[in-house]
């Protein structure tokens, strides 16, 4: 069975710094990622996704995330992170069209003035 | 284009009472799913539907919980009765396979809280 680990549960920046967040899954074949944003309240909100081909894939927002297969790993990242930035950030993995996602615990990004 | 629907937003209730959820997919869309979100969690599937038929349902707690989309197209989705650790954030999203992709989408979700 896959899984995804996001190993900081919780993340603190400064407005204007860059940011990664730390994705790893589990998963025999080639996976379809994805990265979820959740504001306070609301649902999820798909920022980007990975099928196949160039791995790294560029988003909504300004958020980029690099697939790596040798390191099992497809980290989010954003160069220059804005206040409205601050939300709950969840790494999926799914198995192919139509079936379910498996998510990571998600990582709380806190963004400081 | 309208996004995923559901309704209500939140609902307070008491154990042992029932308690129902719907969802409004986005049009055209297939494939729905309900996913349940516990606090400081990622969401964790429940049930998922292709058409009007429940193809996995393994995660659902069948004792309480029921769902059903008798149409293809909206869905329900049930407890009976409601236990204190079924508060949580009840998910509905959708997908179309006509996308060759597996990208989900999410509606704004039901909060339930279960006193």
């Known amino acids: 069975a896959q899984s995804v680990t996001q190993p900081d549960i919780h993340i603190t920046v400064s407005e204007g710094a860059s940011l990664e967040l730390r994705c790893n899954y589990s998963?025999?074949?080639?996976?379809?990622l994805f990265w979820y944003v959740q504001s306070p309240g609301q649902g999820l909100q798909l920022l980007l996704k990975?099928?196949?081909?160039?791995?790294l894939v560029q988003g909504i927002k300004g958020f980029e995330a690099e697939f790596k297969r040798s390191q099992s790993s497809f980290n989010l990242r954003k160069p220059s992170v804005h206040w409205s930035d601050a939300a709950e950030y969840f790494c999926?993995?799914?198995?192919?069209?139509?079936?379910?996602?498996?998510f990571g615990g998600g990582t709380r990004l806190m963004v400081k003035p | 284009e309208a996004g995923v629907v559901q309704s209500p937003r939140y609902k307070i209730i008491e154990k042992k009472q029932p308690v129902a959820f719907w969802c409004n997919p986005i049009s055209g869309h297939n494939t729905l799913y309900w996913y349940l979100q516990n606090l400081g969690q990622g969401p964790e599937l429940l049930i998922r539907y292709e058409n009007e038929e429940a193809v996995d349902d393994s995660q659902l707690p069948k004792d309480r919980f029921s769902a059903e989309r008798l149409k293809g197209v909206d869905s329900t989705l049930k407890i009976q009765p409601a236990e204190l650790g079924d508060s949580a954030v009840y998910l509905c999203?959708?997908?179309?396979?006509?996308?060759?992709?597996?990208?989900?989408?999410f509606g704004p979700g039901t909060r339930l809280t279960v006193l």
């Open positions: 990975y099928f196949s081909g160039d791995t």
């Open positions: 999926a993995v799914g198995m192919g069209a139509g079936n379910m996602l498996t």
């Open positions: 999203a959708s997908s179309s396979l006509n996308e060759g992709s597996d990208t989900q989408y």
């Open positions: 998963y025999g074949a080639t996976p379809y």
